[in-house]
T-cell receptor
Framework: ETGVTQTPRHLVMGMTNKKSLKCEQH?????MYWYKQSAKKPLELMFV???????ENNSVPSRFSPECPNSSHLFLHLHTLQPEDSALYLC???????????????FGPGTRLTVL | SQQGEEDPQALSIQEGENATMNCSYK?????LQWYRQNSGRGLVHLIL?????REKHSGRLRVTLDTSKKSSSLLITASRAADTASYFC???????????????FGQGTILTVHP
């Protein structure tokens, strides 16, 4: 496989469930990201990982828990979510550059999450 | 308030016409990027323009950047029905000591190209 893959593509869960989203990148990148895309809102950055270390947590509620075991894999663990957490969750990766030089991000197809 | 705001929010044109979308931002940037998103899917990077560049071309795409006005435009020439998608601008702002390129997205322009 090439690019950035995400599984599952669709997920329906109850508020008391625990589930995980998975992202894998096959591009040799060393930075990975989670974004949330809700209807009528701009894409929101949730978490950033550089070389497996979390470098950004954009005030995300603790019911979202990221995990980055290596530079190719990124997980988002979900528990006790709310209906308003229903959204498209997008994973992206990029190559970390020298300071002052930033390249594009490559996105996966997303997981459409519905919380009942 | 959003770092990047696109205008118009929606644009409907006929195949063959040109489509122009604008983006405004508020703070100094390192670069500005344009992405396309087909309905309910991931974003695809289109073009990146750096703060010291004024214009860039890629195929039927032309991007301009005016740092004095803090604005950018994306022009798609000779549009096709397959260009129907949402288009987002994203800015990379200057942050001390950070080199991972944090993107801040606008709300996007929905482009519909009628055959």
């Amino acid at each position: 496989e090439t690019g950035v893959t995400q599984t599952p593509r669709h997920l329906v869960m109850g508020m008391t469930n625990k589930k995980s989203l998975k992202c894998e990148q096959h591009l040799g990148h060393n930075a990975m990201y989670w974004y949330k895309q809700s209807a009528k809102k701009p894409l929101e950055l949730m978490f950033v990982y550089n070389f497996k270390e979390q470098t950004e947590n954009n005030s995300v509620p603790s019911r979202f828990s990221p995990e980055c075991p290596n530079s190719s894999h990124l997980f988002l663990h979900l528990h006790t979510l709310q209906p308003e957490d229903s959204a498209l969750y997008l994973c992206a990766s990029s190559q970390r550059q020298l300071a002052g030089s930033y390249n594009e991000q490559f996105f996966g197809p997303g997981t459409r999450l519905t919380v009942l | 308030s959003q770092q990047g705001e696109e205008d118009p929010q929606a644009l409907s044109i006929q195949e063959g016409e040109n489509a122009t979308m604008n983006c405004s931002y508020k703070t100094s940037i390192n670069n500005l990027q344009w992405y396309r998103q087909n309905s309910g899917r991931g974003l695809v990077h289109l073009i990146l323009i750096r703060s010291n560049e004024r214009e860039k071309h890629s195929g039927r795409l032309r991007v301009t950047l005016d740092t004095s006005k803090k604005s950018s435009s994306l022009l798609i020439t000779a549009s096709r029905a397959a260009d129907t998608a949402s288009y987002f601008c994203a800015t990379v702002i200057l942050t001390g000591g950070t080199s991972y390129g944090k993107l801040t997205f606008g709300q996007g322009t929905i482009l519909t190209v009628h055959p």
